[in-house]
């Protein structure tokens, strides 16, 4: 089992900047890839990072590279996604989740989750 809990989410106006931290129960944290997703109202669950267990390679998606950038601290079991250059259709629900084995981009594949933290973005 593990938990995941996120922080770090806020209202900003676009252009600025925020930076969202998930921690993580387990000791065993440094063998999960880690992902953050995000959900607007009445859209799917989206991909948006991804950082692997193993030799800390991190894929993107393409409407946020460039801009975001998600880093581990196995040490501390947490991971840190900074969110620059905010744009207004960054607005959602930002997930984190813990991936063992599986394709790092959809969500069904991780298996673990945090509560979700808000990110508003005004124009």
């Known amino acids: 089992q593990v938990q995941l809990v996120e922080s770090g989410g806020g209202l900003v106006q676009a252009g600025g900047s925020l930076r969202l931290s998930c921690a993580a129960s387990?000791?065993?944290?440094?063998?999960?890839?880690m992902g953050w997703f995000r959900q607007a109202p009445g859209k799917e669950r989206d991909f948006v990072a991804t950082i692997t267990w193993n030799e800390g390679h991190v894929y993107y998606a393409d409407s946020v590279q460039g801009r975001f950038t998600l880093s581990r601290d196995n040490a501390k079991n947490t991971v840190y996604l900074q969110m620059n250059s905010l744009k207004p259709e960054d607005t959602a629900v930002y997930y984190c989740?813990?991936?063992?084995?599986?394709?790092?981009?959809?969500?069904?594949?991780?298996?673990?989750w945090g509560q979700g933290t808000q990110v508003t973005v005004s124009s």
């Open positions: 989740a813990a991936l063992l084995s599986g394709t790092y981009y959809r969500a069904t594949e991780y298996g673990y």
């Open positions: 387990r000791r065993t944290f440094s063998r999960y890839t």
